[in-house]
Structure formats: C-alpha cells, structure tokens
C-alpha cells in the first residue's frame, strides 16, 4: 500500500482542478468573442437600412420591420 496517496497528486492536489476550471472559463469567453461578429451580421441584415446605419446602434433590435429580410436581394 505504499503506491497509495489517498487520491492527492504529488504537485499539491488542485493543479488538474484549476486546470480544468480555467479551461471550463475560457471556453464560453471564446466562443461569445466568436461568435459576436457573427450575430451582429444577422442582425444588421435583419434591420432596415435606416436602423442599420445607425450612429447609435443597439445590441437587441427594438422594432420589427414589416419585411422579414429588407436588406437582402429579392
């Protein structure tokens, strides 16, 4: 029974936990800071032109224009 630590590593025991906490933050962070630029093109092509070019723009569209797509070819 000597091989047996009693499940603590030999580098202090919270090395793999925070590893993993750090791993486990990180993802959601890279996949907003990706994914962001990609919601932000689906929303402008959703807003009228008007809301679109906006100085002031919003994150949530706040009306719903009377064409589902107006910035797109027909």
């Known amino acids: 029974m000597a091989g047996m630590s009693g499940g603590v590593s030999a580098g202090g025991g919270a090395g793999p936990r925070r590893s993993k ?5 990180l993802g959601p962070l890279v996949f907003v800071t990706a994914g962001f630029p990609v919601y932000w093109m689906l929303n402008t092509a959703f807003k009228p032109a008007e809301d679109a070019i906006d100085p002031d723009p919003g994150l949530l569209p706040t009306t719903s224009p009377p064409n589902t797509a107006p910035n797109t070819p027909r």
Do not use: S
């Open 21 to 25: 906490l750090g791993w486990n933050l």
